[in-house]
């Protein structure tokens, strides 16, 4: 019991956003105890029960789970109080402000540009008509064909052990020719009006249409080779065309379709992509308007004197910028910045001037934050929501990381040693030999069929003729799947294990006769190097699970903690995970 209430504790220390959710529980809610003034509620440890998956039968001592998950409960209240405190002190802290503030800023500027710029804009059919008729050169379709063609490569020469280029470029010559006939041939079947998807499937060597007619498709000019090109757009519709050289080979082609250059139809997925165009060009002119608005009316105060100085000789912490009296840009910024800055804009002295104009830029960040607070966007429960999230994100961080012991890492010494002091328990294969065997009354007879298997009978199948029993039990009990020396004694297993995989023994008396036997594998037990990271990360949580306790200790100590004993001794475990219903007590 004891192991058991310790799993529940440890697992109870875990981190889980499930733990404080709504309880289906329909009981009224209690207060069982409180942490420094924090509740711990019936909901809360009916959660933590169904989080657990925690079944109650009639064997369970229920009071001695009641303590246990209330210990664990009470650990995660107090961490929940150093995760607050953390919290409001990470206020402090310029450079997670910066980054919280970043974080929260993106999101209203998304709900500002949604409300204040989007949703401002209309486009309707009249403007989508006007645009489609005062340019029509952007819903120009091109001129295109439709075609299919053959193809017959060139055959590479071989030319291998060949000094003389004359001899060479004779080889290439006939190779060349020899494919030109044969285009030249076919182009005569096709003219004559034979099958063309046959030919083609026939001859063709492109292997990406040969099996669909050596369909190419739609295409305008420019997306052939020249030389395919030319001659495809110069052929009528229906007409066959070649052989024309490329650098593929010889093409014979048959223009199957040709398109003029026109105008698009203005159906509705045009209308749709115009609409959308039309809108994403106002949402920037918007944009920029409602930007350039605030520059207009903004307030720069500049440090010249810090920004006449080399950013090197200058603490990152000084101010460089204040925005509308209100915000404060600070010297480390321009050190973060200004060197992309300059190669950006091509820059080769970090003149004031130049500072100026990128301070500038960055305060339209702050500019935008104040036009969102004005307007009321950080008030809302989507930006409240990104503010509470990223700060108890890095609460918990905090959090996490004090309670782990950070600097230790596991010696080779203590891997092997731990190895070595958990070897029978834990890395010794409990069951390494993987038996098949056949029982016997008779030794003699059984040495007939050990013969017989070695000789090549199948194993399996004088199983299923000689194993005592019904055929259904000879089926199952051949194979013993792995054993251990336990299942079938010392004397068996350690005749087995003196075989090879796949050898098979002489007759073994056991109290159930003689055994013929194969051994069908063998697994080894654990070697270190197979198990040293997994030991490491043991190791490394053994001695962050010492850290946390110590941590824990200490703040219960500090801490105020009062348990209701009555309604803790009244409390009743969801009937959802009863094996058996349970009689109220108290």
């Known amino acids: ?26 009981k009224e809610t209690r207060i069982l105890a409180r942490v420094d003034g924090k509740a711990v509620t019936t909901d809360e440890l009916d959660s933590l029960v169904r989080e657990l998956g925690i079944t109650i039968t009639d064997t369970t001592d229920t009071e001695s789970l009641k303590l246990a998950l209330l210990d664990s409960l009470i650990d995660l209240k107090l961490i929940e109080i150093r995760r607050d405190s953390i919290a409001i002190e990470l206020g402090n802290d310029r450079d997670f402000v910066e980054k919280r503030n970043s974080e929260v800023a993106n999101t209203v500027f998304r709900l500002m540009f949604d409300h204040e710029i989007s949703a401002k804009i209309k486009i309707d059919s009249t403007q989508i008509d006007s645009f489609y008729k005062e340019n029509p050169d ?8 439709k075609a299919s063609h053959i193809l017959v490569k060139v055959p590479k020469p071989d030319t291998a052990g060949v000094s003389s280029e004359k001899v060479k470029m004779k080889i290439v010559q006939e190779n060349e020719e020899e494919a030109l006939q044969r285009a030249e041939a076919i182009l005569v079947k096709a003219k004559a009006g034979e099958d063309w998807d046959s030919l083609v499937v026939k001859y063709s060597q492109d292997n990406s249409n040969n099996q669909k007619g050596g369909d190419l498709g739609y295409f305008g000019h420019g997306r052939m080779v020249a030389e395919f090109d030319s001659a495809a757009f110069a052929a009528d519709v229906g007409e066959i065309v070649g052989p024309i050289r490329t650098k593929f080979g010889y093409h014979i082609i048959r223009v199957e379709d040709h398109k003029q250059e026109s105008i698009q139809e203005l159906n509705d997925s045009l209308r749709n992509n115009i609409k959308g165009m039309l809108f994403r060009d106002k949402e920037k002119e918007r944009a920029d308007q409602f930007v350039d608005s605030l520059k207009a009316l903004a307030k720069y105060t500049f440090n010249d004197e810090a920004l006449a ?35 950006f804009k091509k820059i080769t002295e970090p003149t004031t001037e130049a500072k100026r104009e990128m301070l500038m830029e960055i305060a339209v960040t702050y500019l935008l934050r104040a036009a969102g607070k004005e307007l009321g966007y ?63 009354e008779d030794s003699a007879f059984a040495a007939i069929i050990r013969d017989s298997i070695v000789a090549g009978a199948d194993f399996k199948e004088m199983a299923l003729r000689y194993y005592p029993g019904e055929p259904e039990i000879r089926e199952v009990a051949y194979d013993l799947g792995y054993i251990s020396e336990q299942d079938m004694g010392p004397d068996f297993f350690n005749r087995v294990n003196e075989l090879e995989v ?20 063998r697994r080894a037990d654990k070697k ?41 001794k009244k409390y009743r475990f969801p009937e959802d995970i009863q094996s058996v219903r349970i009689t109220p007590e108290g």
């Open 528 to 568: 270190l190097n197979q198990v040293k990271p997994g030991i490491r990360r043991h190791l490394v949580e053994l001695a962050d699970a010492k850290v946390k306790k110590l941590l824990l200790d200490k703040w219960r100590n500090s801490a105020l903690i009062s348990i209701d004993q009555k309604w803790l």
């Open 138 to 145: 952007k819903f120009v379709l091109p001129e295109q064909i």
């Open 378 to 440: 950080y008030d809302t429960p989507e930006a409240k929501k990104v503010f509470d999230d990223f700060t108890y994100r890095q609460a918990e961080l905090e959090v996490g990381r004090m309670m782990r012991d950070l600097e230790y890492q596991p010696t080779e010494e203590e891997i092997e040693k731990y190895y070595n002091e958990h070897f029978e328990e834990l890395y010794k294969e409990k069951r390494p030999l993987q038996v098949q065997h056949i029982i016997f």
């Open 502 to 521: 796949g050898e098979i023994s002489t007759p073994i008396k056991t109290k159930w006769g003689y055994h013929i036997t194969k051994l069908v594998n």
């Open 309 to 343: 100085q080399p950013d090197s000789l200058l603490d990152p912490g000084l101010w460089v910028m204040v925005v509308n009296d209100i915000d404060t840009v600070f010297e480390k910024r321009v050190q973060e910045l200004f060197p992309k800055y300059m190669r």
């Open 1 to 26: 019991m004891k192991k058991f209430v310790l799993a529940i504790i440890v697992a109870g220390l875990y981190f889980t956003s499930c733990i404080f959710g709504p309880s289906r529980s329909v």
